[in-house]
């Protein structure tokens, strides 16, 4: 079999400006919120919505997202030390061993977080703007999993969320970690994740069947979760306190969101009206 290793040893941050730096991650996940946002442009416009609530929707988005992945990451990864480092859930800085604050980006998100936090902060912007919650979440998870897609591919620039060891042709050497090849389990993702995009961007364009509220985004939620969990079995374990465990937080916080995605799913074919 012919090797194809690839050996990553990518510096996350691409430059420094006035101090502080740029790195793969915030200008990947911009560009996948950037980009998902143009696209639900012309979605809004084909449902007939304002300009002024798509305007909007960007700053409710990013604020649900950030603050819910931000708050994931520190209650079900690390609770135990940011349980005692209040002043780094809410502020980019953490104290050295000289007792110096050091600004090192928000480093710890969970998408769980992230996803619980976006769908908070669209119930806030369905009332405000008077559209039905359902519709909304409906139009968002259409191009949700093309913004999962930048982030891992942020997680690939990171050299982050690495897969088991493997000998398979196509595996990574990531440098900066250790020597060994494993599986590209962000790029796994990011493929998952961007077929999932074109699957449900494809039965929006073609409504070849009646659908009603909801569908779409039990559609992908329970796509990308699946996804997840699966995925999930090729990594190593992200917190100590996961060794051992059958599932790991990332699986076991997936299933409630497939339960939930399956009941909307079901009850689109089941019932055939809208929710």
């Known amino acids: 079999m ?8 990518i510096d996350s941050e691409i430059l420094t400006v006035f101090g502080f730096p740029i790195k793969y991650y915030g200008l990947l996940f911009a ?6 946002m143009f696209i639900l442009k012309g979605i809004f416009r084909k449902e007939k919505l304002t300009d002024d609530a798509h305007e909007a929707l960007f700053i409710y988005g990013i604020i649900g997202i950030l603050v819910g992945a ?9 609770f135990d030390y940011y349980s005692k480092h ?20 928000y480093a710890g998100l969970a998408s769980h977080g992230g996803t619980i936090g976006l769908i908070i902060s669209l119930y806030l ?3 405000k703007f008077s559209i039905r919650y359902l519709k909304i ?3 968002i998870a259409i191009v949700a999993p093309l913004g999962a897609t930048f982030i891992r591919l942020a997680n690939l620039m990171n050299s982050e969320m690495i897969g088991n060891p493997t000998t398979m042709p196509w595996a990574f050497i990531f440098k900066r970690i250790d020597n060994i090849p494993r599986h590209p389990a962000q790029l796994y993702e990011a493929i998952s994740y961007f077929l999932i995009f074109i699957i449900v961007f494809t039965i929006y364009k073609t409504k070849n069947i009646q659908l009603g509220n909801g569908f779409f985004f039990g559609l992908t939620i329970t796509l ?26 990332g699986q076991i916080l997936s299933l409630p969101f497939i339960i939930i995605g399956l009941y909307f799913v079901i009850t689109n074919f089941t019932k055939r009206e809208t929710i």
């Not at 012919?2 to 040893?9: F, R, V």
């Not at 780094?88 to 980006?105: A, T």
């Open 2 to 9: 012919i090797s194809l290793y690839i050996n990553w040893d």
């Open 31 to 36: 560009s996948g919120l950037f980009l998902s």
């Open 70 to 78: 931000r708050l994931g990451h520190c209650l079900f990864y690390d």
């Open 86 to 105: 209040l002043i780094e859930i809410i502020l980019p800085i953490k104290k050295d061993l000289n007792g110096d604050f050091k600004f090192i980006g």
């Open 125 to 127: 912007y369905s009332r």
């Open 137 to 139: 979440l409906d139009l």
């Open 224 to 249: 990308i979760f699946l996804m997840r969990i699966l995925i999930e079995f090729l990594k190593i374990n992200q917190v100590d306190f996961e060794k051992g465990m059958s599932l790991n937080m």
